[in-house]
């Protein structure tokens, strides 16, 4: 059974950084397409950063210059590096990996900017 395995979240003041790492079993990020994605208290989910199995980046444009998606294949673990955290980032964070129709998600780690 594929397996995504957030951690990393916390409570951060504004302008602090957190890196969030997801942990995968049973699937190769050779082969899946790997997000993140962020939800907040009454918003709808959000597309935050995607890297492909070919290793293309791409955040969404609240994101740019502060966060930064990369993965591991040796560990098969994918990381959302964010600085300069505002309090607008506060979410629960999600790891998304897609092949095509197959889609697994995990299971969240929340994140809290506040002073």
């Known amino acids: 059974q594929v397996q995504l395995v957030e951690s990393g979240g916390g409570l951060v003041q504004p302008g602090g950084s957190l890196r969030l790492s997801c942990a995968a079993s049973?699937?190769?990020?050779?082969?899946?397409?790997m997000h993140w994605y962020r939800q907040a208290p009454g918003k709808p989910r959000e597309l935050v950063a995607s890297?492909?199995?070919?290793?293309?980046?791409s955040y969404v444009d609240s994101v740019k210059g502060r966060f930064t998606i990369s993965g591991d294949i040796a560990k098969n673990t994918v990381y959302l590096q964010m600085n300069n955290l505002k309090p607008d980032d506060t979410a629960v964070y999600y790891c998304?990996?897609?092949?095509?129709?197959?889609?697994?998600w995990g299971q969240g780690t929340q994140v809290t900017v506040s002073p």
């Open positions: 890297i492909s199995s070919g290793g293309s980046v």
């Open positions: 049973r699937i190769s990020f050779r082969t899946f397409n």
């Open positions: 998304n990996a897609v092949l095509f129709v197959t889609n697994h």
